[in-house]
């Protein structure tokens, strides 16, 4: 409370003045709706930064969801993350046309 009230007790051209730090202070250009508008070299950007923003969110919900890094079974047997994913897929491309049906059934198994 203190800190506030000198905080408005400044009165000083710098700050309210011709050229002063609240005049100069106003919203961006292209940040409110109008001026969006406005601007349309902006739209584009907008719109490749969102995709993208989208983009690395799906990709880091799919990494939490279907990776083997992330355990959201809580169980007492530390293989049963691994041994969910045999015979499953969880790359994301598989350019090579690997048949995971049959992956990781013949490793050893240890109990």
Request: charged share 20%.
């Given at each position: 409370m203190f800190i506030s009230r000198i905080v408005r007790s400044i009165d000083h051209p710098y700050?309210?003045?011709?050229?002063?730090?609240?005049?100069?202070?106003?919203?961006?250009q292209g940040l409110t709706w109008q001026?969006?508008?406005?601007?349309?070299?902006?739209?584009?950007?907008?719109?490749?930064?969102?995709?993208g923003c989208?983009?690395?969110?799906?990709?880091?919900v799919r990494l939490a969801v279907k990776?083997?890094?992330?355990?959201w079974v809580k169980n007492k047997d530390p293989a049963y993350p691994y041994n969910?994913?045999?015979?499953?897929?969880?790359k994301l491309l598989n350019p090579a046309?690997?048949?995971?049906?049959?992956?990781?059934?013949?490793r050893p198994r240890f109990e």
């Amino acid at each position: 409370m203190f800190i506030s009230r000198i905080v408005r007790s400044i009165d000083h051209p710098y700050m309210y003045g011709p050229g002063g730090r609240f005049a100069n202070n106003r919203r961006m250009q292209g940040l409110t709706w109008q001026s969006f508008k406005h601007h349309k070299a902006l739209q584009p950007l907008f719109a490749v930064i969102g995709t993208g923003c989208v983009g690395v969110l799906a990709y880091l919900v799919r990494l939490a969801v279907k990776t083997t890094d992330v355990n959201w079974v809580k169980n007492k047997d530390p293989a049963y993350p691994y041994n969910y994913y045999d015979g499953k897929q969880f790359k994301l491309l598989n350019p090579a046309g690997v048949d995971y049906s049959q992956y990781g059934k013949e490793r050893p198994r240890f109990e």
